[in-house]
């Protein structure tokens, strides 16, 4: 029998004659939260002592090894004993240490690797320092570490893009002493035997110095200083890795120093809120449960959409009939997508013998009827209800009982469609975003009959194609577009009101958007919004201040933005320059409304903007088209580029406060008091002093 010992419920010590194995068992992904540390620290002191342990095997127990610092202890006071003080308590034990590492070794995980004295990767493993993504720096010695064994390079590469790293690479870069194929523990007794005899070398990382390479940390912190000055950690993890010239004590005080910094800010915050909100989406009744099978999917319609959702269904190795009416469309849908699959061969995303598979799964088909086997049919044509009906009504008599009738449709009434079957049971919404083999969102629209089984398939395609699938119920634009309807409108009135086009667009920039609100609808097309605008002309409350002149303006002069070459912007070679002739029709739609024209700050413009995107998201919340506000949180960044590092809409309220956003509102309602009201659960949460992530408990 083997001769274990617990040191405590998470970290237990195996003897094998001169070997000693400590295991570290912390499912889901042993993550080093307290228990661990001060476990790891306890069976180490008690090796260190004991003569007959001549080397010491660190491996982890179940799907993987560490995969870093419990995150959930963030933001929380930290309990001794730090990380950073058990690694160099390993790193100093004279006694050799080694680490049996497999699945993934991230941040804290890899930095335990990285302070042993030798490394074993088991095949398959991924290693990195993901930090950056929660708003950190890797704060248990990997900014010191990874550029004595790997360079300044390498450190700064791994920690500013926080990628995971194969383990061939890690070999190569010398991150890794040995590759093997194996089960942990079984490699562990192997390395430690070859560890006594000789075979494995151990060495101690922080005694090795840092190759110097001066010009990789200044040209790296010169970019940055363009290209990431809105973000805190980056800038962090520059100086920590410099600091790797100095003598350990010395450079891990900086380390450290940073790592605290980084965890004050709201950037931390924000990251982590996606962090969890992307697992906690799915992480609902709705989402579990039986599921209906998947293997076959029909696409309807070969355009930008369906194409890009084929696309997405081929890429996960699904099988994709594609519809199209007419055989020219046919073949553009399939060019389409044969573009989309080379697209992410040149981007890394997959190899050429996988898009050769994923081409070959693909059967372009003319006419409906070819759908009769197929589980889940997507249907992608365009946004028009009576084409809709038609086509499910048909759908209806020709796909097999059982299965999934699926409309992409982004505004229109799920309910409305499925009434056209007699099987609303089988039908729910799943709306993707452009282009949509690269967007992760999907949302999982549920209609009024939809069955849970055909709502649980849902979650676990988004699953399957690794997407963040987000629920969500019928009404004009579900929560993003919805949410989109209400505060596009701010831009059109800041616009109308005295702000230029590009200068809304450069306050929402630098506030963390990706690209400004103009910018986006040169890029989508104006001739969207304005089909829209057309489409609502007949139900828009007179009440309502009409926000699309501008707009309609432009698109009667044939501009559509982007692809006609000009919109709100001129489209030519280098950086768009905004267009001219916008500021005239600006000025002549100020002149007809008979607006004097007011300044605003960049402030004034996030804030309104951001207030306008706050109430609505209440309101989607409050009715319940969104489960919690962390549903839409999750919506605006995988779905709408909303800064990651701002959480999402509703984490970002918090950080101002319900009280004061109604304070604004009721001041923005002296000018517009149909526009800006307060939903009254933000009056209530001001009153009460709650906040929005109270709801997502
Ligand atoms: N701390 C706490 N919980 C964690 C965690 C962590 N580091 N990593 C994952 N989890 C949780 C997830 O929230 C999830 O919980 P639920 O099941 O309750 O939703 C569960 O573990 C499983 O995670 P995934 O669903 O993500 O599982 P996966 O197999 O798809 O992916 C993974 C596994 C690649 C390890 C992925 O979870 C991941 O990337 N984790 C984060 C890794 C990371 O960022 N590490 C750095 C931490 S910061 C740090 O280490 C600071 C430092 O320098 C000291």
Known sequence: MADVTKVNDLISIERSG???LICIDNPPVNATGQVVRQGLLDAVEQLKADDTAKVIAIYAAGRTFVA???IREFGKPSQ???LPDVYNIIEDCQTPIIAIMHGTALGGGLELGLATHARIGIEGLRVGLPEVNLGLLPGAGGTQRV???AGIPMALDMSLSGRMVSAKEALDKGLLDRLVAGEPRDVALVAAQDVLDGKLTTRHTCDLDTPRDDKALDDTAAMLKVKQAHLFAPHKIVEAVRASYLPRTEGLKIERQGFLDCMQTPQRSGLIHAFFGERAVSNIPEAKGDTRPLAKIGVIGGGTMGSGIATSCLMAGLSVRLIEVAQDGLDRGVATITKNLEGAVSRGKMSAAKKDAALANLSPSLGLDDLADVDLVIEAVFENMDVKKDIFGKLNTICKPGAILASNTSYLDVNEI????DRPQDVLGLHFFSPAHVMRLLEIVQGAKTAPDVLATGFALAKTLKKVGVLAQVCDGFIGNRILSHYAKTAAYLVLDGASPQHVDNALEGFGFAMGPHKVSDLAGMDIGWANRKRLAATRDPAERYGGDVADRICEQGWY??????????YGQGAPVPNPEVATIIDGVRADKGITPQDFTDQDIVDRYMTAMIAEATRVVED????????VDMVFVFGYGFPRHRGGPLHYADTIGAAELVRRIKEYAKEDAHYWQVPALLEKMAAEGTKFADLNK
């Open 418 to 421: 499925a009434a056209c079957t």
């Open 68 to 70: 870093g610092a419990d």
């Open 18 to 20: 001169d070997i000693a």
């Open 561 to 570: 933005g982007r692809k006609t070459g000009q919109g709100y912007y001129i």
């Open 624 to 631: 319940g088209t969104a489960k919690r506000p962390l549903d």
């Open 147 to 149: 550029p004595r064994l």
């Open 80 to 82: 001794p004993p730090s």
